[in-house]
């Protein structure tokens, strides 16, 4: 029988051009859909164009989840770390965080595989079919530049599949569906290597602008150089960390460091570096700290999907939906604005001013009670708190005592938080505060350990955070300082989850984590009270059951099958 069920067709071409259609509705107007063929997708400049940005909104389809929950990917990872409780479970990530993770039930990665094949698909159909735009007279000028940010994407996807899965089948070739080949997978090194190769071509051929503030607005959320240079560094830096780098070759490093340095260099000459705002970085579209960005809101023509962030994320009491929360182990990761640990003598920090005296970034990215947003303090004491359970909607309370801010825009009203809300912020990609980081877990790893304080301290002393230097530390305590910086600096970011797993730690740290709340009981006198519990309540859970395998995720059952056993099973899985 031949091999018809191939881990890399995941579509047929008709499915995929009549996907692309409905994204233009004039081009809609030319033909009946069941007559396009691929001269009609290839043979002009607006439909070549159109083919390209659904390859840009496909890598964005999150999980199971249908239009009605518009957050981007990274945010559902949140919860399956130590930063957020997730409430909700329509995104099933409970499985992976209640030891329930196999290749039968995969949870919120149901769809990863899938989903990153048919984009490889789709960037390799794109390669095979140039031919015909070059033929039908599309300028090469054109050609040349979308041909280099379906190499960014296809480069992105790959990574993507990488951090997730380790080593995966490369295919730069669209196969015959008449004739299909099974490819077993490359290792990790050979992943990495080819995405690397890719980046520098991209980088070498120029034919991309520099970065956004070489572009038109409506063009603004499309590749550059700068993106290639910042996707090679974290490209780097992941092949060197211990998941994939369990030799600790000194040589991987040296190429971590040099592409970091070299996407700083870069970013730096187009007029990028740290924004004077660190809330502001991921409400103020395109500003200079911003490399790529994923725009979830109608002003992009390239790239725009629903944004229901506002909506998802803010407190009951406001008319959110509170889907996810800060756990207390994330308030309390937060050093003094002394830079002390909460913990450390001379701190000051007491339960009942928890809020006293805090890394600045703290106030910019989490609501707890007597905060002030919107036009009132936020209220989680019980009884009688506005944002506590005995506030509207108990169903949509947090359950963990406070609520998030970053990525929150506090001008949109109560009354256009409900249904399918479209806020306007862009999804923070690529941004110069990770490639700082990057660059200076390279130096610690290197040895270069003044030249990591450096570049740490560069974030933490931004205006309006100011931290004090982390000079003087060395050694094991400074590579703990900065994993704690990365995770203060980053959180909602999505790096967490594959932090901790790039770093062989995600069943170290999390494996037993309890998730806690804060309890908050105000007195009839006005006086308040402060306690530390479990979390409760929604369709969360409040213990971690992580295994040694989930380092990786398991390639899902049927892909294996499909191979005929030409693929293999990551460890751990049976």
Known sequence: ????????????????????????????????LDKFTENDVFSTEESLETFVNRIYNQQYTVGTLDWWWRMTFELFYSPLTDESHGKFDFWHFKEVISGGLTPDNMGVFINKWS??????????????????????????????????????????????????????PIADQVYDLNNLEIIPRNTPKEVS???????????ANGNLPGS??????NNKGRGTVALAHALKSRVALYAASPLFNTSNDASLWDTAAKASLDAINYSEAQGHGLYDDYQGVFLDDYNMEVIFDKSLHSTSTATDLDNTIDRDLNANGYGGWTSMSPTQD????????????????????????????????FYATVLYDGAMWKDREVEVFLPGGLDSRDGPEDWNTSRTGYYWKKLLDESVPKSELGGANRGTQNKVEFRMAELYLNYAETQI????????????????????????????????????????????????EGHRFHDLRRWDMYYETLNGFEVERINITKAGDGTKSYSIGLADGG???????????NELIPIPRNEINKSEGIIKQNPGYN
Not at 146 to 159: C, F, N
Not at 193 to 203: F, G, M
Not at 469 to 477: E, N, Y
């Open 330 to 361: 994330f308030i309390e990761a937060y050093e003094t604005a002394d830079g002390l640990d909460i913990e450390d003598l001379g701190s000051g920090y007491t339960l009942d001013k928890f809020w006293e005296n805090r890394d600045p970034r």
């Open 445 to 492: 790893a290197l040895g270069n350990e003044d030249k990591a304080i450096e570049y740490i301290d560069l974030i933490r002393s931004r205006p309006g955070v100011d931290m004090p230097s982390v000079s003087g530390l060395s050694g094991q305590a400074l590579l703990d300082k900065y994993r704690n910086e990365r995770r203060i600096e980053l959180v909602l």
């Open 1 to 32: 029988m031949m091999k018809t069920k191939n881990i890399i067709i995941k579509i047929v071409v008709v499915l995929m051009l009549s996907n692309l259609i409905a994204c233009n509705e004039e081009f809609l107007d030319r033909q009946p």
């Open 539 to 549: 369709e969360g859970i409040n213990k971690y059951v992580i295994k040694p395998e």
């Open 115 to 168: 989903i990153s094949y048919q984009g490889i698909r789709n960037c390799n159909l794109f390669f095979k079919n140039i031919p015909i735009s070059e033929e039908a007279g599309v300028s090469p000028e054109a050609i040349a530049r979308l041909s280099d940010e379906v190499r960014l994407l296809r480069a992105i996807i790959y990574h993507d599949l990488l951090k997730h899965f380790g080593g995966v």
């Open 212 to 217: 956004y503030f070489d572009m038109a607005m």
């Open 193 to 203: 290597d080819y995405i690397l190769a890719t980046l520098d071509t991209v980088i």
